[in-house]
Nanobody, 116 residues
Framework: QVQLVESGGGTVPPGESLRLSCLAS????????MSWFRQGPGKERDLVAR????????YYPASVRGRFIISRDNAKNTVYLQMNSLRPEDTGVYYC?????????WGQGTSVTVSS
């Protein structure tokens, strides 16, 4: 059974940092493209970062580019999202996503609130 378990969410003031983690099990992690999505209050779920299976390439939308960094440790079956210079508009539930040739999986989400 595939499982993705996120952790690291919380409440921080604007300008601070958080690091999210997602531990994967039940899949071949080293061949899985991993992503982080965000769903803000009353908004759709949007991609915020994606990393290739070998970790050599990553994509970020303009809204987080230069502030967020996605990384992975294939030996630990874990993907990370380092979020710096957080803004109130970064508030939302952050979901880990894994995609492979025959399917995909989602985590249950971890909540991030950026507020003074």
């Amino acid at each position: 059974q595939v499982q993705l378990v996120e952790s690291g969410g919380g409440t921080v003031p604007p300008g601070e940092s958080l690091r999210l983690s997602c531990l994967a099990s039940g899949l071949t992690f080293r061949t899985t493209v991993m992503s982080w999505f965000r769903q803000g209050p009353g908004k759709e779920r949007d991609l915020v970062a994606r990393i290739t299976s070998d970790g050599t390439d990553a994509y970020y939308p303009a809204s987080v580019r230069g502030r967020f960094i996605i990384s992975r440790d294939n030996a630990k079956n874990t993907v990370y999202l380092q979020m710096n210079s957080l803004r109130p508009e970064d508030t939302g539930v952050y979901y880990c996503n894994g995609q492979w040739i025959r399917g995909e999986a989602w985590g249950q989400g971890t909540s991030v609130t950026v507020s003074s």
